[in-house]
């Protein structure tokens, strides 16, 4: 029972940092380029417990923005971005063993941007697209070291929460 309420209650903070993402004015005018806030919530979760637990918030977190948001389209972008993000962040986190949280942040935050070119290019059959790439790799470099520092912060005042919940055992 504590499990659903901690995971609902990040599935809503999640939507919530989602959507005020996509409210704030463009940091770049280029499509696409946004700070990404909710992935602090995938970071948390994915360092602090289960990783099919974050991947579960993730996707609800998904549905529920394209849901709210009303943009049919951006959920194709947002879906393959996050999956992708999701793969890069889950196997570096084993790989350095919950250490680097800004390196992969920043990573994730890099492949959620290919995922995102790569729905592109498969919709426009526009090769020119990848113009945008060096842009979107720039941005995700910053937007990851600015989520995961945001993670990494969160992480350190959440440990108590996390403690206290018994059927959250930490397994990657």
Sequence with gaps: MRRIALLSLFTAIAL????????L??????PGVRLGLANVVT???????????AFLVLILRIILASVFAGQ???FLYSL????????????????LRHSFVILVSMCGALAHNVGQLLVALWI???????????????????????????????L????????????FPKTF
Excluded: H, N, W
């Design 16 to 23: 919530i940092l989602s959507l005020v993402d996509s409210a």
């Design 25 to 30: 004015p463009p940091l770049l005018p280029v």
């Design 43 to 53: 970071l948390i979760l994915l360092f602090a417990v289960r990783s099919r637990d």
């Design 72 to 74: 049919g389209m951006s």
């Design 80 to 95: 393959v971005g996050g999956l992708l993000c999701f793969l890069v962040i889950y196997l570096l986190g084993r790989l």
């Design 124 to 154: 426009t059959q526009t090769p020119s697209i990848l113009a945008y790439a060096p842009i979107l790799v720039l941005s995700a470099l910053l937007t990851g070291a600015f989520t995961g520092l945001c993670a990494m912060f969160s």
């Design 156 to 167: 350190r005042y959440l440990k108590p929460l996390f403690k206290s919940y018994e059927d």
